[in-house]
């Protein structure tokens, strides 16, 4: 992250480069959005699916860049958390692999395996 410039033009320059990337990844880059309810606000994890019928589904088989995950709360949007794909694969197989996360079944009939990954773990360092 670049430090704190007080020249304007700078930070300019520097905001609209990131808000130009955020609207090329929504309008021409393929997204997979996954929408939370309620639940996330009192269990403080997101559910990112795997599979689905013993088959690999969600996260597994996505041919998206990138991964937003919409949190909502009574019908409004709270936050949505954007990742590559590629970053959220390794955060999910690194917190399987130190047991911050874990699989759970869940979805119609109990079908689908999902991992738990608690938020305050979504956006670590690897």
Do not use: Q
Request: proline content about 4%; charged content about 30%.
């Amino acid at each position: 992250m670049s430090p704190y410039n007080p020249d304007f033009d700078v930070d300019l320059a520097f905001g609209e480069k990131y808000e130009g990337c955020l609207a090329d990844l929504l309008n021409r880059g393929k997204v997979e959005v996954k929408t939370e309810r309620d639940l996330w606000v009192d269990t403080g994890n997101i559910a990112v699916e795997i599979r689905c019928n013993g088959r690999p589904s969600g996260l597994s088989v996505t041919k998206a860049d990138y991964w937003a995950h919409i949190m909502t709360k009574d019908g409004d949007i709270k936050f949505i958390v954007i990742l590559p794909v590629t970053t959220l694969k390794r955060r999910v197989k690194h917190l399987l692999g130190g047991s911050r996360a874990r699989i759970i079944k869940g979805g119609d009939n109990n079908a689908s395996e999902m991992v738990l990954i608690p938020l305050s773990e979504v956006m670590g360092n690897r």
